[in-house]
């Protein structure tokens, strides 16, 4: 039974993951705690690793009770800060750190996700063991952290997601909430770094390539992927049902 197996969410745009047991779906459509706040610097530019390696100096945690991130640097010096209570003293500190003039914003009601208008990213926990299989000595769940997806299904086959972008393609469900695909997920240079220590793996899109396109599903709509460094879906959730929860262990059912 298809189901969903993780739930991932990334508090602080550009920074590390969490998972959660659930999510609420906001209503622009994106997922509770998911982008919710971001470091935008003098520029009104976002602080993320397409921007900077930096970030894979730092390993942080985020308790969605209290609203503490848990910043852990390099040496092994860990600071904790409200989010919410105090913005200037978390943008100080990491300005100080990416040498930067930032300021802390938050989003409550969508998040600073890159599509606005979509919702979140979809992916088979198959896909992530395939992507893992086609490098020396990664984990799958080095794949996961390279990757960011939001949803995670399980007892899928690989590449389960791209069947849900292009002409005709059907939507799904978990545990009743209608996810509609809208666009393969181009992607850019994270993934091809060291989710730890932000080395760049040799060879690593060109790799990918050549192993995605080899393994293209026959289900999918070939005409709706601009080329094949792309990996998940991103999808969007019909306003009707915003304010919905997904859960882990959900079932996922696909409605033709």
Do not use: Q
């Amino acid at each position: 039974m298809a189901r969903l197996e993780r739930l991932r969410v990334y508090p602080v745009k550009g920074l590390d993951g969490v998972d959660v047991d659930g999510a609420r779906v906001l209503d622009g459509g994106t997922l509770k705690h998911d982008r919710e706040f971001a470091l935008f610097d003098a520029d009104g530019d976002v602080v993320n690793g397409k921007r900077t390696d930096r970030v894979h100096d730092l390993a942080t945690g985020f308790d969605t009770e209290s609203g503490t991130l848990r910043v852990e640097t390099p040496d092994g010096t860990v600071r904790r800060f409200d989010l919410d209570g105090e913005p200037a003293r978390v943008a100080e500190w990491f300005g100080d750190f990416f040498d930067a003039d930032l300021t802390l914003r938050r989003d409550g009601s969508l998040g600073f996700v890159d599509r606005r208008e979509m919702g979140p990213s979809v992916v088979s926990a198959a896909t992530l063991e395939a992507v893992a299989s086609w490098f020396d000595g990664m984990t799958v769940e080095s794949a996961r952290r390279r990757l960011r997806a939001n949803v995670e299904v399980s007892g899928v086959p690989a590449f389960w997601e791209d069947r849900f972008v292009g002409e005709g393609a059907p939507a799904f469900e978990i545990g009743g909430v209608r996810v509609e695909g809208v666009t393969p997920c181009g992607r850019c240079v994270v993934p091809e770094r060291d989710p730890d220590t932000g080395e760049p793996t040799p060879e690593f899109r060109e790799r990918f390539v050549r192993r995605r396109e080899a393994t293209f599903p026959e289900w999918a709509d070939e005409d709706a992927f601009d080329h094949y460094y792309t990996l998940m879906t991103i999808a969007r959730i019909p306003e009707r049902d915003r304010g919905g929860t997904l859960r882990v262990g959900d079932e996922v059912t696909v409605r033709e």
